[in-house]
């Protein structure tokens, strides 16, 4: 790979950036799906010495080939596990058991490695490489990715932090302590006399030691200097410029150890690219992008003629997202859709399975109540037509994302596409939700979400409240896995997974937003945003 994902001058000076190379020749095809990604094969010879144990600090980038698939499978998978544990960290508090629960719900899957612990003397067996050699890349190409800029440092730092945080604290006393040492980090246990001359202000330090706990606990003697978030919690035992660390907040000195190296990682990374770029042909993975590549909820043989002109209108109070529920009351109110709400709206409708010939007659309905038949066929038909693909370059288009919603094509005056929770005035959209009947505490939650910016996790929460379910039990993507799940939820053929909330787990605070280049509701199934190019937008000319 390269020098340049490591952030080391020392190790720059030393690499052949192949990495840059390899990236220079990929190509990457904006209409692949999720069922035609084809099986990744590791690619590269095993050292086993190399990935001695589950946790890494990414002090050494990967030097080895990376198959195409392999690089942009990892990339895409962990950029959803970070996603995970930011929704996660949103949702609970970090510290609390239903986070705990919630992450490893989320990423066993994509990253068995991380609630897995290490296996210290049985070796490194295959499935431990494998997932090993998968984290170490993987980390490497999303810091290509998230060192362009303060606000995506930032925000690849803090999740990455939480990441390891959440895996250190799955490892046993012994993997903790090989970790230590494969890391140079000289932090051992006291001997139990001392701990035992100094067990009252030890037990007196902390309030977790009651009971039989204390004995049953290792205590590290670490220099004050290096736990200093500890010292200003008044969370250790402070002498003669030494604190004692029971091991359960031993994780806060490694995460500043880890923090410190990626930090400055990250801060010099965009030098070495800036330098490489001049040499070679650098295409660098972007960070942002448009692009779904998501489920395909276009022409879908499986929902084709479930949904006739004459549903659309209970559907849609009972298992249309809000941005689609404005859309139809606007057109059952005015009778009329500009051409961002048909395009957005009439996509929907396709997705969730109208065909061809019962959108021209609904259309047809509410258009023709206030102009005559001849000027809707002759305006507004073909580019209905067009959607299904029947007429133009015969291109069938998909439904709109929740990020294309979002983040293309703002509503001007007069419009009424867009995503609600984000183009809409809190405090009108304070008045609309209680409107649809959300009670006052579900209003709050939303509104708070929205002012964090998280507009998708706003929306998720609109679908427990008014599906009356705990937790969705789904990361929100698109307005038709929104209808999806409705319809699930509704017709019992999926029940959300619940979770009893607890004041003491659960987010009361107002989130703030941390950053604006970066959107904290980027979904989990847009990241393939990384390698692949924005989608063209719809070229075609539509009367208003």
Same mark, same amino acid.
């Given at each position: 790979?390269?020098?340049?994902?490591?952030?080391?001058?020392?190790?720059?000076?030393?690499?052949?950036?192949?990495?840059?190379?390899?990236?220079?020749?990929?190509?990457?095809?904006?209409?692949?799906?999720?069922?035609?990604?084809?099986?990744?094969?590791?690619?590269?010879?095993?050292?086993?010495?190399?990935?001695?144990?589950?946790?890494?600090?990414?002090?050494?980038?990967?030097?080895?080939?990376?198959?195409?698939?392999?690089?942009?499978?990892?990339?895409?998978?962990?950029?959803?596990?970070?996603?995970?544990?930011?929704? +996660?960290?949103?949702? %609970?508090? @970090?510290?609390?058991?239903? #986070?705990?629960?919630?992450? =490893?719900?989320?990423?066993?899957? &994509?990253?068995?490695?991380?609630?897995?612990?290490?296996?210290?003397?049985?070796?490194?067996?295959?499935?431990?490489?494998?997932?090993?050699?998968?984290?170490?890349?993987?980390?490497?190409?999303?810091?290509?990715?998230?060192?362009?800029?303060?606000?995506?440092?930032?925000?690849?730092?803090?999740?990455?932090?939480?990441?390891?945080?959440?895996?250190?604290?799955?490892?046993?006393?012994?993997?903790?302590?090989?970790?230590?040492?494969?890391?140079?980090?000289?932090?051992?246990?006291?001997?139990?006399?001392?701990?035992?001359?100094?067990?009252?202000?030890?037990?007196?330090?902390?309030?977790?030691?009651?009971?039989?706990?204390?004995?049953?606990?290792?205590?590290?003697?670490?220099?004050?200097?290096?736990?200093?978030?500890?010292?200003? +919690?008044?969370?250790? %035992?402070? @002498?003669?410029?030494?604190? #004692?660390?029971?091991?359960? =907040?031993?994780?806060?000195?490694? &995460?500043?150890?880890?923090?410190?190296?990626?930090?400055?990682?990250?801060?010099?990374?965009?030098?070495?690219?800036?330098?490489?770029?001049?040499?070679?042909?650098?295409?660098?993975?972007?960070?942002?992008?448009?692009?779904?590549?998501?489920?395909?909820?276009?022409?879908?043989?499986?929902?084709?003629?479930?949904?006739?002109?004459?549903?659309?209108?209970?559907?849609?109070?009972?298992?249309?997202?809000?941005?689609?529920?404005?859309?139809?009351?606007?057109?059952?109110?005015?009778?009329?859709?500009?051409?961002?709400?048909?395009?957005?709206?009439?996509?929907?409708?396709?997705?969730?399975?109208?065909?061809?010939?019962?959108?021209?007659?609904?259309?047809?309905?509410?258009?023709?109540?206030?102009?005559?038949?001849?000027?809707?066929?002759?305006?507004?038909? %073909?580019?209905?037509?067009?959607?299904?693909?029947?007429?133009?370059?015969?291109?069938?288009?998909?439904?709109?994302?929740?990020?294309?919603?979002?983040?293309?094509?703002?509503?001007?005056?007069?419009?009424?596409?867009?995503?609600?929770?984000?183009?809409?005035?809190?405090?009108?959209?304070?008045?609309?939700?209680?409107?649809?009947?959300?009670?006052?505490?579900?209003?709050?939650?939303?509104?708070?979400?929205?002012?964090?910016?998280?507009?998708?996790?706003?929306?998720?929460?609109?679908?427990?409240?008014?599906?009356?379910?705990?937790?969705?039990?789904?990361?929100?993507?698109?307005?038709?896995?929104?209808?999806?799940?409705?319809?699930?939820?509704?017709?019992?053929?999926?029940?959300?997974?619940?979770?009893?909330?607890?004041?003491?787990?659960?987010?009361?605070?107002?989130?703030?937003?941390?950053?604006?280049?970066?959107?904290?509701?980027?979904?989990?199934?847009?990241?393939?945003?990384?390698?692949?190019?924005?989608?063209?937008?719809?070229?075609?000319?539509?009367?208003?």
């Amino acid at each position: 790979m390269t020098c340049i994902l490591a952030g080391s001058p020392v190790e720059s000076k030393t690499c052949d950036c192949e990495l840059f190379t390899y990236l220079s020749k990929m190509q990457f095809s904006g209409n692949r799906t999720k069922k035609s990604r084809r099986t990744v094969t590791l690619t590269g010879g095993r050292n086993e010495k190399q990935y001695p144990h589950n946790l890494q600090f990414y002090k050494i980038p990967p030097t080895e080939t990376v198959s195409l698939e392999e690089f942009e499978t990892f990339a895409i998978d962990r950029l959803k596990v970070l996603k995970s544990v930011e929704s +996660a960290g949103i949702k %609970y508090m @970090k510290t609390s058991e239903q #986070y705990q629960t919630k992450l =490893e719900q989320d990423i066993k899957k &994509l990253m068995p490695i991380a609630v897995r612990k290490t296996d210290v003397d049985g070796g490194v067996q295959d499935k431990d490489y494998d997932d090993r050699r998968k984290d170490h890349i993987s980390h490497f190409i999303l810091r290509l990715a998230y060192c362009k800029s303060e606000d995506l440092r930032r925000w690849f730092l803090t999740q990455e932090m939480d990441l390891f945080r959440f895996r250190f604290q799955q490892e046993s006393k012994d993997a903790i302590g090989h970790f230590l040492q494969l890391n140079n980090l000289d932090y051992q246990p006291i001997p139990e006399e001392e701990k035992k001359a100094l067990r009252d202000e030890l037990k007196s330090s902390s309030y977790e030691m009651k009971g039989d706990k204390f004995e049953t606990t290792d205590f590290y003697k670490v220099p004050f200097q290096e736990a200093l978030d500890l010292v200003r +919690a008044r969370k250790v %035992y402070l @002498k003669k410029g030494y604190v #004692y660390v029971p091991q359960s =907040e031993l994780v806060s000195i490694i &995460l500043s150890a880890f923090r410190e190296n990626l930090s400055k990682a990250l801060a010099v990374s965009p030098v070495y690219i800036l330098i490489c770029s001049h040499v070679y042909k650098l295409v660098v993975p972007q960070p942002h992008s448009t692009q779904y590549l998501g489920q395909d909820y276009s022409n879908r043989k499986s929902t084709a003629g479930k949904v006739a002109p004459e549903d659309i209108e209970p559907l849609s109070k009972k298992s249309f997202p809000l941005c689609m529920r404005n859309l139809q009351e606007t057109l059952r109110r005015e009778h009329h859709l500009r051409h961002g709400g048909r395009m957005q709206y009439g996509l929907f409708l396709k997705g969730i399975g109208l065909q061809l010939e019962d959108a021209l007659r609904f259309w047809r309905s509410e258009f023709t109540k206030m102009m005559d038949g001849d000027k809707f066929d002759k305006s507004y038909s %073909y580019n209905i037509r067009h959607n299904y693909g029947k007429e133009g370059k015969r291109t069938d288009y998909t439904p709109y994302s929740c990020m294309k919603v979002i983040m293309t094509n703002a509503p001007a005056v007069g419009d009424h596409h867009g995503c609600p929770f984000r183009h809409t005035d809190p405090e009108l959209l304070n008045q609309r939700l209680q409107g649809y009947r959300v009670n006052t505490t579900g209003v709050q939650e939303i509104i708070e979400l929205v002012k964090g910016g998280h507009y998708q996790l706003a929306c998720t929460k609109y679908f427990e409240i008014t599906h009356n379910v705990d937790d969705a039990g789904f990361g929100l993507n698109h307005p038709n896995q929104y209808f999806e799940e409705s319809q699930k939820v509704l017709n019992g053929g999926h029940v959300p997974k619940t979770a009893p909330r607890t004041p003491s787990t659960q987010r009361s605070k107002p989130i703030k937003k941390e950053t604006e280049d970066f959107d904290d509701d980027f979904p989990m199934d847009e990241v393939e945003h990384l390698l692949t190019a924005s989608q063209d937008v719809v070229g075609e000319v539509a009367p208003e």
